[in-house]
């Protein structure tokens, strides 16, 4: 970022205008310009520091009980006493060693953490003081390097005085310009800010977050893709804007859905089985190639033929004859031979038998 983080984040929610430099530091700026390179006199200078020292600090005092100037103020915390905000985009389970090696990395160079973190005081958790608003990669690698040899490292935060809606804001200001927050993770982040900040008006919402409504929809749309088609994908990291609009519009069509959410069922087996054997995932073009092509695979495919029962005797005791929305209606033959007990065993064995087909009663 262009600015001190410090800086960014401390004017970042502040409707007031930026306070113009203090009259002492004009005072030193015009002198810096105008003074001639010759020295003063050795013995005029402890006089001119201190009266421009006292001076610049009676205008900070005052600048700061007018309201002009904030008094930001840093803690070192325990990492263990703060938890993390559930309004962040940022999933923390998701973090790990190696995608936040470089930042890890970086505390080590420079001695410890020199951004500092936004958190707000809580009451009534006896296990934290505070909750992170910004700053979630930070809290983890602290924590982190406390639990690997570093058991002196403290989480540098400031403290910040915010409803929901405006940490909400907060956060989502940083994040975007972190490229490791995925698009379903703000989606679905924007999808609950939504309803809990804004009413489920996307207008207000957009005009908040300075964001173009349009942009924002689609992003509430991506939001409402199953989790059972997201498990398709090899990582949820994967599913970007642009391609997963598309696909959310696909689902739609109530019969498509059923035929992509067959097809998702077994793409998220077979994302499994590789990654379980090590093997190269399959990559998220060829999955949302498969899934958006499902429904015309299964439109193509040839009408199956009744399933139908038969006893030890060759004879038909059980047929589906159709399977909708509505139910499953199942004809009982007459002069079969089978008995109660061997009708039941039918109709257990016709529905698991739909059911492996995705057309039983659980769908």
């Known amino acids: 970022m262009a600015r001190k983080q410090s800086d960014y984040l401390a004017a970042l929610l502040s409707d007031e205008p930026e306070a113009p430099p203090a009259p002492a ?13 010759p020295a003063p006199a050795a013995a005029t200078r402890p006089e001119r520091a201190r009266g ?3 001076l610049g600090r009676e205008s900070a005092l005052a600048r700061l009980a007018s309201g002009e100037v904030r008094q930001v103020t840093q803690l070192l915390l325990d990492p263990a006493k703060v938890r993390i905000w559930s309004g962040n985009a940022r999933h923390y389970a998701h ?3 190696e995608n936040c090696r470089e930042l890890i990395d970086s505390i080590i160079a420079e001695g410890g953490q020199k951004v500092p973190a936004v958190v707000r005081r809580i009451e009534g958790d006896p296990d934290h003081d505070y909750e992170v608003i910004a700053g979630t990669r930070r809290h983890w690698s602290i924590s982190w390097l406390r639990a690997n040899s570093y058991s002196d490292m403290m989480f540098v935060a400031q403290v910040a005085q915010l409803d929901d809606e405006a940490a909400f804001r907060l956060a989502d200001l940083e994040n975007r310009a972190r490229k490791d927050v995925s698009d379903l993770e703000r989606a679905r ?3 609950d800010a939504l309803k809990a900040h804004y009413g489920s008006h996307l207008t207000r919402m957009a005009e908040r977050l300075k964001l ?3 942009w924002l929809s689609k992003m509430i749309k991506v939001a409402g893709i199953p989790d059972a088609i ?4 090899a990582s949820p990291a994967d599913v970007q804007l642009k391609p997963a609009y598309t696909l959310a519009q ?10 992509i959410n067959a097809e998702a069922g077994r793409l998220a087996s077979e994302q499994r089985a590789l990654h379980a054997a090590g093997a190269t995932p399959v990559p998220a073009t060829e999955v949302l190639k498969r899934l958006l092509d499902a429904p015309r695979a299964a439109r193509s495919e040839p009408k199956a033929e009744p399933f139908t029962w038969t006893t030890p005797y060759g004879r038909p005791a059980l047929t589906v004859q159709s399977v909708n929305r509505q139910g499953i209606t199942i004809r009982l033959h007459a002069g079969s031979g089978a008995d109660p007990d061997t009708l039941a065993s039918a109709l257990r064995d016709t529905l698991d038998h739909l059911e492996r087909q995705g057309r039983g009663l659980q769908r």
């Open 25 to 37: 530091q004009q005072e030193e700026a015009k002198s810096t310009e105008t003074a001639p390179s």
């Open 95 to 97: 973090l790990n060693e």
């Open 230 to 233: 997201i498990d398709a994908f």
């Open 52 to 54: 421009t020292t006292l």
């Open 212 to 214: 173009s409504k349009g």
């Open 250 to 259: 696909a689902l739609d069509d109530k019969q498509a859905l059923a035929a």
């Open 189 to 191: 982040n924007y999808a």
